[in-house]
Protein backbone atom coordinates (compact mmCIF):
# COMPACT_ATOMS: atom_id res chain seq x y z
CA UNK A 1 0.00 0.00 0.00
CA UNK A 2 1.70 3.37 -1.04
CA UNK A 3 1.02 6.33 1.52
CA UNK A 4 2.28 9.74 1.15
CA UNK A 5 2.45 11.85 3.91
CA UNK A 6 2.85 15.77 4.12
CA UNK A 7 4.06 17.75 6.84
CA UNK A 8 5.67 21.52 6.94
CA UNK A 9 2.81 23.59 6.14
CA UNK A 10 1.75 26.25 8.77
CA UNK A 11 0.69 30.14 9.14
CA UNK A 12 3.22 32.55 7.74
CA UNK A 13 3.35 36.16 6.82
CA UNK A 14 3.80 37.81 3.62
CA UNK A 15 7.38 37.49 2.23
CA UNK A 16 8.44 34.22 4.79
CA UNK A 17 9.16 30.80 4.22
CA UNK A 18 7.89 27.39 4.51
CA UNK A 19 9.54 24.22 3.75
CA UNK A 20 7.37 21.52 2.92
CA UNK A 21 8.37 17.67 2.91
CA UNK A 22 6.23 14.16 1.56
CA UNK A 23 7.07 10.94 2.97
CA UNK A 24 7.12 8.28 0.39
CA UNK A 25 5.79 4.65 1.78
CA UNK A 26 7.08 3.26 -1.72
CA UNK A 27 9.46 0.55 -2.24
CA UNK A 28 10.84 1.63 -5.52
CA UNK A 29 10.59 5.12 -5.08
CA UNK A 30 12.97 6.35 -7.87
CA UNK A 31 10.64 4.55 -10.62
CA UNK A 32 8.08 7.31 -9.29
CA UNK A 33 8.03 11.12 -10.75
CA UNK A 34 6.72 13.12 -7.99
CA UNK A 35 4.82 16.60 -7.87
CA UNK A 36 3.02 19.48 -5.72
CA UNK A 37 -0.43 20.78 -6.23
CA UNK A 38 -2.75 22.97 -4.17
CA UNK A 39 -6.03 24.05 -3.91
CA UNK A 40 -7.30 27.10 -3.03
CA UNK A 41 -11.17 27.74 -1.29
CA UNK A 42 -13.65 27.32 -4.14
CA UNK A 43 -10.74 26.83 -7.05
CA UNK A 44 -9.60 23.43 -8.68
CA UNK A 45 -6.47 21.93 -7.61
CA UNK A 46 -3.42 23.18 -9.50
CA UNK A 47 0.05 21.83 -10.54
CA UNK A 48 2.48 23.98 -9.04
CA UNK A 49 5.46 21.78 -9.44
CA UNK A 50 6.99 18.56 -10.42
CA UNK A 51 10.62 16.33 -10.62
CA UNK A 52 11.99 13.84 -12.75
CA UNK A 53 12.45 10.05 -11.32
CA UNK A 54 16.00 10.75 -11.19
CA UNK A 55 15.73 14.66 -9.73
CA UNK A 56 17.25 15.78 -13.15
CA UNK A 57 14.01 17.64 -14.86
CA UNK A 58 12.03 19.97 -12.68
CA UNK A 59 9.30 22.34 -13.80
CA UNK A 60 7.38 24.69 -12.33
CA UNK A 61 3.73 26.89 -12.69
CA UNK A 62 4.62 30.27 -13.64
CA UNK A 63 3.09 31.67 -10.68
CA UNK A 64 5.84 30.21 -8.59
CA UNK A 65 8.58 29.93 -10.97
CA UNK A 66 11.79 31.74 -9.07
CA UNK A 67 10.27 31.44 -5.68
CA UNK A 68 10.01 27.92 -4.94
CA UNK A 69 12.50 24.98 -5.50
CA UNK A 70 11.26 21.33 -6.04
CA UNK A 71 13.91 18.61 -4.52
CA UNK A 72 13.62 14.76 -3.76
CA UNK A 73 16.10 12.23 -2.31
CA UNK A 74 15.82 9.08 -3.30
CA UNK A 75 17.57 7.55 -0.38
CA UNK A 76 15.32 9.29 1.71
CA UNK A 77 12.02 8.33 0.24
CA UNK A 78 11.25 11.85 0.54
CA UNK A 79 10.31 15.40 -1.52
CA UNK A 80 10.81 18.74 -0.86
CA UNK A 81 8.79 22.32 -1.73
CA UNK A 82 11.04 25.05 -0.64
CA UNK A 83 8.87 27.99 -0.78
CA UNK A 84 10.22 31.67 -0.30
CA UNK A 85 8.75 35.24 -0.87
CA UNK A 86 5.49 33.24 -0.27
CA UNK A 87 2.28 35.41 -1.37
CA UNK A 88 -1.45 35.60 0.09
CA UNK A 89 -1.99 34.01 -3.33
CA UNK A 90 -0.26 30.98 -2.30
CA UNK A 91 -2.49 30.14 0.43
CA UNK A 92 -4.14 26.54 0.03
CA UNK A 93 -3.94 23.16 0.73
CA UNK A 94 -0.86 21.80 -1.02
CA UNK A 95 -1.19 17.98 -2.22
CA UNK A 96 2.27 15.36 -2.62
CA UNK A 97 1.45 13.08 -5.61
CA UNK A 98 3.63 10.21 -7.16
CA UNK A 99 3.07 8.75 -10.19
CA UNK A 100 4.88 5.63 -12.04
CA UNK A 101 7.62 6.51 -14.25
CA UNK A 102 7.42 5.23 -17.59
CA UNK A 103 9.23 8.81 -18.63
CA UNK A 104 11.79 9.88 -17.76
CA UNK A 105 10.64 13.28 -17.99
CA UNK A 106 8.16 15.40 -15.16
CA UNK A 107 4.43 15.04 -15.44
CA UNK A 108 2.11 18.11 -14.93
CA UNK A 109 -1.00 16.82 -15.28
CA UNK A 110 -3.67 15.46 -12.61
CA UNK A 111 -4.60 11.99 -14.28
CA UNK A 112 -0.90 11.38 -14.62
CA UNK A 113 -0.62 10.82 -11.10
CA UNK A 114 -1.42 7.34 -9.66
CA UNK A 115 -0.82 8.35 -5.42
CA UNK A 116 -2.02 11.60 -3.52
CA UNK A 117 -1.13 12.53 0.32
CA UNK A 118 -3.95 14.33 2.32
CA UNK A 119 -2.59 17.54 2.07
CA UNK A 120 -1.36 20.03 4.44
CA UNK A 121 -2.42 23.63 4.96
CA UNK A 122 -0.33 26.78 4.10
CA UNK A 123 -1.41 30.07 5.01
CA UNK A 124 0.13 33.10 4.13
CA UNK A 125 -1.46 36.39 5.62
CA UNK A 126 -1.14 39.88 4.08
Known amino acids: QVQLVESGGGLVQAGGSLRLSCAAS????????MGWFRQAPGKEREFVAAISRSGGSIYYADSVKGRFTISRGNAQNTVYLQMNSLKPEDTGVYYCAAGYGETAGVLTERYEYDYWGQGTQVTVSS
Open 26 to 33: IRTFGSYA
